[in-house]
């Protein structure tokens, strides 16, 4: 029975320190990060994921959309009521049929799915030169060591090296497969104003857009890893509590 407890203890713990989208290995080696949200214990740092949403909000979301996100999830990072409603209604959606069966635009509702650049994928690949920028919020979850890969990869443009020959729209990044990638170099430095006054550098919007999409790839992390503690000091305690039932049973015939 020990054994068999222990056994679930550390399969509990395995899980819960498994990183999201570490659950496979391919492509180009990154470098490792050290992550708030890392660890049994880890948790989303706010201010960075509050940050990483300006980032999406005023670079990323040009191009690639985060289609499980609605704007009432952005309450989880901080953002009270009144915030989550302007940012909502900052966004066009289309809604409908209405009396006369017609579909109609509107404001965004804090309800609402966070709003799509593009119509569709064909017109989302018109724009960008045959590419579909791929739906963000399972990135992290989409790429093994996904937060590793994300901040490597925006971080990894580069004047390509002279005895590489580059094909024609293609940018060089040191981290992407292959090294040639469609997407041009997304973020530079001061590319967004923080309202926090922290220094918009290259490695920093990197950092946070990356805490911004680790959340909104798992937003229940921090639930399951609570869950997944006390469902092992539960087993702690049963555990110790069989024992000494076990010792006082067998008692009266050790002796």
Same mark, same amino acid.
């Given at each position: 029975?020990?054994?068999?407890?222990?056994?679930?203890?550390?399969?509990?713990?395995?899980?819960?320190?498994?990183?999201?989208?570490?659950?496979?290995?391919?492509?180009?080696?990154?470098?490792?990060?050290?992550?708030?949200?890392?660890?049994?214990?880890?948790?989303?740092?706010?201010?960075?994921?509050?940050?990483?949403?300006?980032?999406?909000?005023?670079?990323?979301?040009?191009?690639? /959309?985060?289609?499980?996100?609605?704007?009432?999830?952005?309450?989880?990072?901080?953002?009270?009521?009144?915030?989550?409603?302007?940012?909502?209604? /900052?966004?066009?959606?289309?809604?409908?049929?209405?009396?006369?069966?017609?579909?109609?635009?509107?404001?965004?509702?804090?309800?609402?799915?966070?709003?799509?650049?593009?119509?569709?994928?064909?017109?989302?690949?018109?724009?960008?030169?045959?590419?579909?920028?791929?739906?963000?919020?399972?990135?992290?979850?989409?790429?093994?060591?996904?937060?590793?890969?994300?901040?490597?990869?925006?971080?990894?443009?580069?004047?390509?090296?002279?005895?590489?020959?580059?094909?024609?729209?293609?940018?060089?990044?040191?981290?992407?497969?292959?090294?040639?990638?469609?997407?041009?170099?997304?973020?530079?430095?001061?590319?967004?104003?923080?309202?926090?006054?922290?220094?918009?550098?290259?490695?920093?919007?990197?950092?946070?857009?990356?805490?911004?999409?680790?959340?909104?790839?798992?937003?229940?992390?921090?639930?399951?890893?609570?869950?997944?503690?006390?469902?092992?000091?539960?087993?702690?305690?049963?555990?110790?509590?069989?024992?000494?039932?076990?010792?006082?049973?067998?008692?009266?015939?050790?002796?």
């Amino acid at each position: 029975m020990r054994k068999l407890v222990s056994r679930s203890l550390t399969a509990i713990a395995l899980l819960l320190a498994l990183p999201a989208g570490a659950n496979a290995a391919e492509g180009v080696a990154v470098p490792k990060q050290d992550w708030s949200f890392s660890g049994i214990f880890g948790t989303f740092d706010r201010a960075a994921a509050q940050r990483g949403f300006q980032v999406y909000k005023e670079v990323c979301s040009t191009c690639h /959309g985060a289609y499980h996100l609605s704007y009432r999830n952005l309450a989880d990072l901080g953002f009270n009521e009144a915030e989550v409603k302007a940012i909502a209604a /900052g966004y066009t959606v289309t809604d409908g049929p209405n009396d006369d069966g017609e579909m109609f635009e509107r404001p965004a509702e804090p309800s609402d799915k966070f709003a799509r650049p593009f119509a569709n994928e064909k017109a989302a690949r018109f724009a960008n030169g045959g590419a579909y920028p791929p739906d963000l919020s399972l990135i992290v979850k989409a790429r093994p060591n996904g937060a590793d890969y994300l901040y490597a990869l925006l971080t990894g443009y580069q004047e390509a090296p002279a005895d590489v020959t580059m094909m024609e729209g293609m940018n060089y990044n040191a981290y992407f497969p292959g090294h040639q990638i469609a997407m041009a170099q997304p973020i530079y430095p001061d590319g967004v104003t923080y309202a926090d006054g922290t220094a918009a550098t290259i490695e920093q919007q990197a950092r946070d857009i990356t805490t911004f999409l680790a959340w909104a790839a798992e937003p229940e992390m921090e639930r399951r890893k609570q869950m997944g503690i006390s469902v092992m000091l539960f087993l702690i305690v049963l555990t110790g509590l069989a024992y000494g039932s076990m010792r006082k049973i067998w008692a009266d015939v050790k002796k």
